[in-house]
């Protein structure tokens, strides 16, 4: 069918479905009452496959891991559909159980078919990240969770709405299961709305174009998608390329947990095994398959940024996952630290990849989102949760310097605004700051991570921290150093002290004016320091990214003689 279709309309529809994503998005940004998805923006909408459930289009502003998983998701309702053999229009399923639909019990799921003159013709689909589902922590990072009901609250595919009409009890166990249900509430309603305006604007679109012209494209766009990755690989050379990275531990026992990646190119496919990768944990830095198979996919779309988003690129591309792996945890494996994990999957990728074909990868970024949770209750009994990540240093590139203070790989969210936070919450940020000699030399240093310095105002507070790199620093390529790793300290009566895991720690008891404080890794460097030129390194110690003790220690004394 994809030669039906001529170039222009084909074009043209490709920007009108990518707007109805797009503007999906935005509707929740806007509705959402938690700044996870307010102003982080950890969520993501698109359309998918009637059948397979393959995405066929999503929003850019969303998270770009979602790609990949929520194609897995939207399969599960259609399993669930056909077992049940009731699936009307109108109806809309919730769930978020990640070993079906991925990533983690936060990750809230609510897919809608669309029906076109009384037939099915494809699904619309909303994820948002909530601020809180209950389980044993706050905000659900629970870095000593040992199965997945001691994280949150689990929720499989069931229909929130009938055939239009909203299945209130469904609303009241999901609200009665969360510390905030206002925000919960809200988060869920914004979700809603976003389904519905997708199916106006789905409608419009069909009136426009007509069903047929409309399928024609969605196949075009994926055939299309998969010709352009098939030419990409071909361009590569044939091989066989080897990595493997570590995570600190798993928040149970403090053993490093090795990530190991084979890539292989032959002729228009590539074959990732991740043979060799640590056994299923028995603490939280699991992941599902349908993650490993979609971080897969983010990682593919940072080494060939031009390739449209839909399931055709993944077609050339095998993804193996050792069945007992970490990467491939069944239920009830605790899954709720899966950020940690696929940024790991990422970096070994990167650093595979980077043997091939240096030029189109960047160093390892930074590597973790700090999940750190600090909760208590107001003076008047009211709750609150401070659930947020944080930012870090970015890899440098063949090109240019790694980006200072970005946010992770995984997600073109941002990280939420201090004024956000010190306005919603109990809190006050003694030093949001860059964080000098953190960033991997290179003759294109990485980023520099950060400072953050986070004081309690209300009287008690509890805070919990899910991170890592704070054994493992962030890994350079074609030559480039390492970048600072990871380091968290929490303030006593009796001074400053820092988590026997490294980077996970719960329980942690603040009273007021007590505080936490995160140094975020930096970005690894790219090419050999020696390649550097004096002149930027004598910019970065002006500027004071670099002190004089590191700057020569890293790249030798010939900066100094570079006048300013």
Same mark, same amino acid.
């Given at each position: 069918?994809? &030669?039906? $279709?001529?170039?222009?309309?084909?074009?043209?529809?490709?920007?009108?479905?990518?707007?109805?994503?797009?503007? /999906?998005? &935005?509707?929740?940004?806007?509705?959402?009452?938690?700044?996870?998805?307010?102003?982080?923006?950890?969520? !993501?909408?698109?359309?998918?496959?009637?059948?397979?459930?393959?995405?066929?289009?999503?929003?850019?502003?969303?998270?770009?891991?979602?790609?990949?998983? /929520?194609?897995?998701?939207?399969?599960?309702?259609?399993?669930?559909?056909?077992?049940?053999?009731?699936?009307?229009?109108? %109806?809309?399923?919730?769930?978020?159980?990640?070993? /079906?639909?991925?990533?983690?019990? #936060?990750?809230?799921?609510?897919?809608?078919?669309?029906?076109?003159?009384?037939?099915?013709?494809?699904?619309?689909? !909303?994820?948002?990240?909530?601020?809180?589902?209950?389980?044993?922590? +706050?905000?659900?990072?629970?870095?000593?969770?040992?199965?997945?009901?001691?994280?949150?609250?689990? =929720?499989?595919?069931?229909? =929130?709405?009938?055939?239009?009409?909203?299945?209130?009890?469904?609303?009241? $166990?999901?609200?009665?299961?969360?510390?905030?249900?206002?925000?919960?509430?809200?988060?869920?309603?914004?979700?809603?709305?976003?389904?519905?305006?997708?199916?106006?604007?789905?409608?419009?679109?069909?009136?426009?174009?007509?069903?047929?012209?409309?399928?024609?494209?969605?196949?075009?766009?994926?055939? *299309?998608?998969?010709?352009?990755?098939?030419?990409?690989? !071909?361009?590569?050379?044939?091989?066989?390329?080897?990595?493997?990275?570590?995570?600190?531990?798993?928040?149970?026992?403090?053993?490093?947990?090795?990530? *190991?990646?084979?890539?292989?190119?032959?002729?228009?496919?590539?074959?990732?095994?991740?043979?060799?990768?640590?056994?299923?944990?028995?603490?939280?830095?699991?992941?599902?398959?349908?993650?490993?198979?979609?971080?897969?996919?983010?990682?593919?779309?940072?080494? @060939?940024?031009? =390739?449209?988003?839909?399931?055709?690129?993944?077609?050339?591309?095998?993804?193996?996952?050792?069945?007992?792996?970490?990467?491939?945890?069944?239920?009830?494996?605790?899954?709720?630290?899966?950020?940690?994990?696929?940024?790991?999957?990422?970096?070994?990728?990167?650093?595979?990849?980077?043997?091939?074909? +240096?030029?189109?990868?960047?160093?390892?970024?930074?590597?973790?989102?700090?999940?750190?949770?600090? &909760?208590?209750?107001?003076?008047?009994?009211?709750?609150?949760? /401070?659930?947020?990540?944080?930012?870090?240093?970015?890899?440098?590139?063949?090109?240019?310097?790694?980006?200072?203070?970005?946010?992770?790989?995984? #997600?073109?969210?941002?990280?939420? +605004?201090?004024?956000?936070?010190?306005?919603?919450?109990?809190?006050? @940020?003694?030093?949001?700051?860059?964080?000098?000699?953190?960033?991997?030399?290179?003759?294109?240093?990485?980023?520099?991570?950060?400072?953050?310095?986070?004081?309690?105002?209300?009287?008690?507070?509890?805070?919990?921290?899910?991170?890592?790199?704070?054994?493992?620093?962030?890994?350079?390529?074609?030559?480039?150093? +390492?970048?600072?790793?990871?380091?968290?300290?929490?303030?006593?009566? %009796?001074?400053?002290?820092?988590?026997?895991?490294?980077?996970?720690?719960?329980? $942690?008891?603040?009273?007021?004016?007590?505080?936490?404080? =995160?140094?975020?890794?930096?970005?690894?460097?790219?090419?050999?320091?020696?390649?550097?030129?004096?002149?930027?390194?004598?910019?970065?110690?002006?500027?004071?990214?670099?002190?004089?003790?590191?700057?020569?220690?890293?790249?030798?004394?010939?900066?100094?003689?570079?006048?300013?």
């Amino acid at each position: 069918m994809s &030669a039906a $279709i001529d170039p222009i309309t084909l074009a043209v529809l490709a920007g009108r479905m990518e707007q109805i994503a797009d503007e /999906m998005d &935005a509707t929740l940004f806007r509705a959402a009452f938690n700044p996870i998805i307010a102003e982080a923006h950890d969520a !993501s909408h698109g359309l998918y496959h009637a059948v397979t459930g393959d995405t066929l289009v999503q929003g850019k502003a969303g998270l770009p891991i979602f790609v990949g998983v /929520m194609s897995f998701a939207v399969k599960a309702v259609i399993d669930k559909a056909a077992e049940a053999g009731d699936l009307a229009d109108g %109806d809309i399923y919730i769930f978020n159980d990640a070993h /079906m639909g991925g990533t983690h019990l #936060s990750d809230m799921r609510l897919v809608r078919p669309y029906f076109r003159d009384g037939k099915l013709f494809c699904y619309l689909a !909303s994820v948002g990240h909530w601020h809180d589902v209950g389980g044993a922590v +706050p905000g659900n990072y629970n870095p000593s969770a040992t199965e997945a009901f001691q994280e949150a609250f689990i =929720l499989p595919p069931v229909k =929130l709405v009938r055939a239009g009409v909203l299945q209130q009890d469904i609303v009241d $166990i999901l609200l009665r299961n969360t510390r905030l249900p206002q925000s919960a509430q809200g988060d869920l309603n914004g979700q809603l709305g976003a389904l519905d305006l997708g199916v106006r604007r789905l409608d419009e679109l069909l009136d426009d174009y007509g069903t047929d012209t409309v399928r024609a494209a969605l196949d075009a766009l994926q055939d *299309r998608a998969e010709a352009l990755m098939r030419a990409e690989l !071909s361009g590569l050379p044939d091989g066989r390329w080897e990595a493997t990275d570590y995570l600190d531990n798993d928040g149970i026992t403090d053993t490093a947990l090795p990530i *190991r990646v084979a890539l292989e190119i032959a002729g228009d496919r590539m074959v990732l095994d991740f043979a060799g990768t640590a056994p299923v944990t028995a603490g939280p830095v699991n992941i599902a398959r349908p993650t490993a198979v979609a971080t897969a996919y983010v990682a593919i779309k940072h080494i @060939f940024p031009d =390739l449209p988003a839909n399931a055709g690129v993944m077609r050339p591309i095998e993804v193996r996952v050792p069945e007992g792996s970490l990467l491939a945890a069944e239920f009830p494996a605790p899954v709720g630290g899966y950020t940690e994990t696929i940024l790991r999957m990422i970096d070994v990728i990167f650093s595979a990849a980077a043997q091939a074909a +240096p030029d189109r990868v960047v160093a390892n970024a930074y590597g973790t989102i700090n999940a750190l949770s600090i &909760a208590g209750k107001r003076a008047n009994g009211q709750r609150w949760v /401070m659930f947020s990540f944080y930012g870090g240093g970015h890899g440098g590139s063949s090109e240019s310097d790694g980006l200072n203070h970005g946010n992770a790989p995984i #997600s073109t969210a941002t990280i939420p +605004p201090m004024e956000i936070l010190e306005a919603a919450y109990p809190v006050m @940020f003694r030093q949001w700051a860059l964080r000098p000699d953190s960033a991997g030399a290179g003759a294109h240093r990485g980023g520099l991570g950060a400072v953050y310095e986070i004081e309690l105002l209300e009287e008690k507070a509890e805070a919990f921290l899910f991170g890592e790199r704070g054994r493992f620093a962030p890994q350079g390529v074609a030559g480039g150093a +390492p970048a600072a790793k990871n380091v968290f300290h929490y303030e006593q009566a %009796d001074g400053w002290h820092s988590p026997p895991l490294a980077s996970k720690m719960l329980g $942690i008891k603040l009273q007021k004016g007590q505080a936490v404080r =995160l140094e975020t890794p930096g970005g690894g460097g790219y090419g050999a320091p020696a390649d550097r030129a004096p002149e930027a390194v004598a910019r970065d110690v002006a500027l004071g990214y670099l002190t004089p003790e590191a700057a020569t220690e890293a790249y030798g004394p010939a900066w100094q003689e570079v006048r300013p």
